[in-house]
């Protein structure tokens, strides 16, 4: 299982000890300062608090809104009595050494500070319905092997849809976007 919310967290701490001292201001009003902003950006999610804290990392003066009383976006988490429940973001691809994420955070610094664990190849979902028991796994080929055996009639669908999930993934990686 990964940490979203540490990642999130760790970024919301990055951005607010890079911000210059502001004046403290209530929840409901906007600070009332005549101070200057290289950047404003609307929304503490894991995009704008990237982009925050990537921002305020190379010297600029960034303020961030937020319409919501805590940060993160969907990557934010929330507890209900004693269970801890994520928002939306569960999981977090291509955080291994060099890979894209890990790059995002080397170049923050924080590498070191957000970790992640690896999520068990043989299965880190379940699914429960009538009929039905299945753990989902890692592998487009794999998963689509264990599927067709659950649901022969649709094998050919299922080759169909990976085979379109496989060529998507390989073209998302081959977009020329990195942390140089
Ligand atoms: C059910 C579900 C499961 C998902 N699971 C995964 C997953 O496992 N792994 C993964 O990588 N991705 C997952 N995603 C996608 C991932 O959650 C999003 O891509 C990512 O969180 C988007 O981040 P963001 O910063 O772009 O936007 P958001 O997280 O939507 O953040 C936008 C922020 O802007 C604020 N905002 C909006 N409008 C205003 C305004 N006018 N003024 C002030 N604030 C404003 C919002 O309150 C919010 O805090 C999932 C998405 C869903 C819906």
Not at 88 to 95: G, R
Not at 130 to 153: A, K, N
Request: glycine letters at 10%; hydrophobic letters at 40%; charged letters at 15%.
């Amino acid at each position: 299982m990964i940490i979203a919310h540490l990642f999130v967290k760790t970024i919301v701490r990055h951005v607010l000890t890079h911000r210059r001292p502001m004046p403290p201001v209530s929840n409901s009003v906007l600070p009332a300062t005549h101070e200057h902003y290289d950047f404003a950006i609307i929304g503490m999610g894991i995009g704008g608090l990237t982009l925050g804290a990537l921002l305020a990392n190379a010297g600029h003066k960034v303020i961030i809104f937020e319409q919501h009383y805590v940060p993160g976006g969907y990557g934010h988490t929330f507890r209900q009595g004693r269970f801890s429940f994520c928002a939306e973001l569960h999981y977090v691809w291509d955080c291994g050494p060099g890979e894209r994420v890990y790059q995002m955070l080397a170049k923050l610094g924080l590498e070191k500070q957000v970790t992640f664990h690896r999520l068990d190849s043989n299965g880190f979902d379940r699914i429960v319905a009538p009929g039905i028991d299945y753990t989902i796994g890692s592998g487009f080929e794999r998963e689509c092997q264990r599927l067709s055996v659950l649901f022969p009639v649709h094998a050919g669908n299922l080759k169909r849809y990976f085979e379109i999930v496989t060529s998507l993934h390989k073209q998302l990686y081959d977009l020329p976007i990195g942390f140089s």
